[in-house]
Nanobody
Framework: QVLLVESGGGLVQAGDSLRLSCVASGRTFSRYCMGWFRQAPGKEREFVAG????????WYDDSVKGRFTISRDNAKNTVSLHLNSLKPEDTAVYYC????????????????WGQGTQVTVSS
């Protein structure tokens, strides 16, 4: 069982940056590949970024590639998402998720989810 708690969301202007964090409970965090997803109002949840258990590999949706960076610190049971050059279309609730398989972009491949943190980008 893994409990995930996100933080760091907020209201920012276009072009600004944010850093989201996700802290995991349990001693098996390093065994999981981690992902960030987001869901905008009226839209389906979509994949944003993922990172392997050792942080040796990362993968991104094309819409955020070059602007967002995912990282993790297994000693602190934390995965982070750095959001740069934010756009109004990045507005969504952002969720972190843990899964046993890496390189996955489908939400149903992740076993554990946090409660989400709201990111709002004004134009």
């Amino acid at each position: 069982q893994v409990l995930l708690v996100e933080s760091g969301g907020g209201l920012v202007q276009a072009g600004d940056s944010l850093r989201l964090s996700c802290v995991a409970s349990g001693r098996t965090f390093s065994r999981y590949c981690m992902g960030w997803f987001r869901q905008a109002p009226g839209k389906e949840r979509e994949f944003v970024a993922g990172i392997s258990w050792s942080a040796s590999s990362t993968w991104y949706d094309d819409s955020v590639k070059g602007r967002f960076t995912i990282s993790r610190d297994n000693a602190k049971n934390t995965v982070s998402l750095h959001l740069n050059s934010l756009k109004p279309e990045d507005t969504a609730v952002y969720y972190c998720a843990a899964g046993s398989s890496c390189y996955e972009k489908r939400g149903d491949k992740y076993n554990y989810w946090g409660q989400g943190t709201q990111v709002t980008v004004s134009s």
